[in-house]
């Protein structure tokens, strides 16, 4: 399946399809290492939602390692490259075009996800934008899914750029049926940098 559901409405869509008409910095050509540490621990069960998937290059590796896995991005360039890999390569990898803050219309549709992987989506949000996607995670995430997310490691004074920790648990709290079950401090690589960063897990109850 490689598809688009609605057209997204957020002008930045059109900003990152023109980030992809190149080589975006942040697209390095493989799956972040947290991810494939994650993997090999045995903490992704399918099916996976990658949301803000870009050209696709975690979830391909996470379909190669045998998952049944969707990802979703706004930029239809980025969806169309990640289709194209995956014909290549073979892998039974499925994308959409879809909006990561309109989770609930992938329920309504019928989806389900005991795994979402966010590698560096959730930290360009800004605070009305993270609650609104927490809200979505609830309704497709069932208990005992688990949400993973990659991010820079948020600065003081930085503005709403980046994730902690201490944000997280804070969005993510118990008393709404969501664990925060590990928080590590980690780096986010660029083609031509790196950066501090956070990798932190929650799990639905």
């Not at 073979?90 to 389900?112: E, I, Q, T």
């Not at 609650?131 to 997310?149: H, I």
């Not at 600065?155 to 980046?162: L, V």
Request: net charge neutral.
């Amino acid at each position: 399946m490689a598809g688009t559901g609605p057209p997204p409405d957020r002008p930045i869509a059109h900003v990152y399809d023109a980030a992809y008409a190149g080589v975006p910095n942040w697209d390095i050509g493989r799956p972040q290492r947290a991810f494939v540490r994650l993997a090999e621990v045995g903490l992704v069960r399918e099916p996976v939602l990658d949301v803000g998937c870009g050209t696709g290059e975690l979830s391909l590796f996470l379909a190669r390692q045998g998952h049944e896995v969707l990802g979703i991005d706004l930029s239809r360039l980025a969806i169309r490259q990640a289709a194209e890999k995956a014909r290549w390569r073979r892998v039974p990898a499925h994308f959409l075009v879809w909006d990561a803050l309109d989770l609930d219309g992938l329920r309504d549709a019928g989806f389900s996800f005991r795994t979402v992987v966010d590698s560096a989506m959730l930290h360009v949000l800004g605070d009305g934008e993270r609650d609104r996607f927490v809200d979505g995670l609830s309704a497709v995430v069932p208990s005992g899914g688990l949400y993973c997310v990659l991010g820079d490691a948020r600065r003081a004074g930085g503005g709403s750029y980046g994730i902690s920790p201490d944000e997280l648990r804070a969005r993510f709290r118990a008393v709404d049926g969501w664990d925060v079950v590990f928080a590590i401090r980690t780096t986010f690589e660029r083609r031509w940098s790196s950066n501090p960063a956070y990798f932190v897990g929650v799990e639905r109850r």
